[in-house]
């Protein structure tokens, strides 16, 4: 019989990893050179004003760079880019190695397969625990539309093939 009590870090990503998340890459343009990491926690927050946020580790060594750049670029992966969620993902190597990118308008590098990008400053950040919750406002923004989402479910990548969206109230 499962403790349903049991709030271990184990079974929180177990019974968390049933949610379906987008993946993304986030960049800045550092005194360092380009830097970036994959991060699953991506959301829109707010309308008005614009803006995203996002979760990176504590122990994360490149969301401090970011921090220190205080601007970035959020690319939204497109499903035949799982080799690129897996190479940023990656401690301890060069993680623009073989990956092209094109500076944005803030001067970030966007990778020119994102499904999107999104532009921002970093406006707040908060304590998360064992992350940090950071809000950036959002300053440019563009979309592919010849694309499907990389979706990370369970641990594994997975790609998916758009078919008609439900109609509301259809089940």
């Not at 927050?45 to 122990?59: C, D, I, M, Q």
């Amino acid at each position: 019989m499962t403790d349903h009590s049991d709030l271990s870090p184990q079974r929180l990503r177990h019974v968390l990893g049933h949610f379906a998340t987008g993946l993304t890459v986030i960049t800045a343009a550092t005194s360092d050179g380009p830097a970036g990491f994959t991060c699953q926690s991506f959301s829109s927050l707010s309308l008005e004003p614009a803006l995203v946020t996002f979760s990176p580790a504590r122990t994360s060594s490149t969301w401090p760079l970011l921090r220190g750049a205080g601007k970035f670029t959020v690319n939204i992966l497109a499903q035949e880019h799982q080799h690129l969620a897996a190479q940023f993902a990656r401690s301890g190597t060069e993680k623009f190695a073989g990956a092209d990118h094109a500076p944005s308008p803030l001067g970030n590098p966007v990778l020119p397969e994102a499904l999107a990008w999104v532009d921002c400053e970093l406006h707040q950040e908060y304590d998360g625990g064992d992350h940090t919750i950071v809000v950036a406002a959002v300053r440019s923004l563009s979309a592919r539309t010849d694309a499907e989402p990389l979706l990370f479910y369970r641990g594994n990548y997975y790609g998916v093939q758009l078919r008609d969206a439900l109609l509301p109230g259809a089940a």
